[in-house]
């Protein structure tokens, strides 16, 4: 080998070792930043998630209650009305007793206020049709007895559907917190 070779190997290898460590540690910073980027992202997206999450459980807590004072004071309403029905012979001919129908024009504005928050389009339409087919029973001045208690017995049924739906809503979002 020729003199030169053997003065300049070393020298050669020391920078080469350098580079390649230099590289290395580049690479390794550079895939360090890349998962520190990605953390900060997932962490961002589960805090967004979980502020949905929260927002959505509150409110649909909170109108799963309001359908139910709705349908408790459509409830009153009507067992006021198919009382009177019995003495004057029609369904809803009668004045309301005081504060029965303030409660159920309460009750209403709450489940709209509550039900243009949820998110799930499909599940605000079942509550849309609830409320809507509470107050069908309440404008059905002077009408037969059976009709009036057949539209009030399908507004019942939908306010089911409608809180079973709101139900299966809050356990999914608890199952999803809970995984």
């Known amino acids: 080998m020729p003199k030169w070779f053997t003065a300049v190997w070393p020298v050669a290898v020391f920078f080469l070792g350098q580079a390649s460590t230099y590289l290395t540690g580049f690479i390794t910073e550079k895939r360090r930043i890349a998962q520190a980027r990605q953390a900060l992202r997932d962490d961002r997206n589960k805090a967004i998630t979980d502020r949905r999450e929260t927002f959505e459980l509150d409110h649909l807590v909170r109108l799963n209650e309001a359908l139910q004072d709705l349908a408790r004071a459509a409830t009153q309403i009507h067992l006021v009305d198919m009382r009177t029905s019995g003495e004057t012979g029609h369904y809803a001919g009668t004045l309301l007793p005081d504060g029965l129908s303030d409660n159920?024009?309460?009750?209403?504005?709450?489940?709209?206020?509550?039900?243009?928050?949820?998110?799930?389009?499909?599940?605000?339409?079942?509550?849309?049709?609830?409320?809507?087919?509470l107050h069908r029973p309440s404008m059905m001045l002077r009408?037969?007895?059976?009709?009036?208690?057949q539209v009030f017995d399908e507004?019942?049924?939908?306010?089911?559907?409608?809180q079973e739906a709101v139900a299966e809503r809050i356990r999914k979002i608890y199952a999803s917190a809970e995984a």
């Open 104 to 133: 159920f024009m309460q009750a209403g504005r709450t489940v709209r206020m509550l039900r243009n928050l949820v998110l799930d389009d499909d599940l605000r339409t079942l509550v849309i049709e609830a409320a809507a087919a």
């Open 143 to 149: 009408a037969e007895t059976m009709d009036a208690r």
């Open 155 to 162: 507004a019942v049924d939908l306010v089911d559907t409608a």
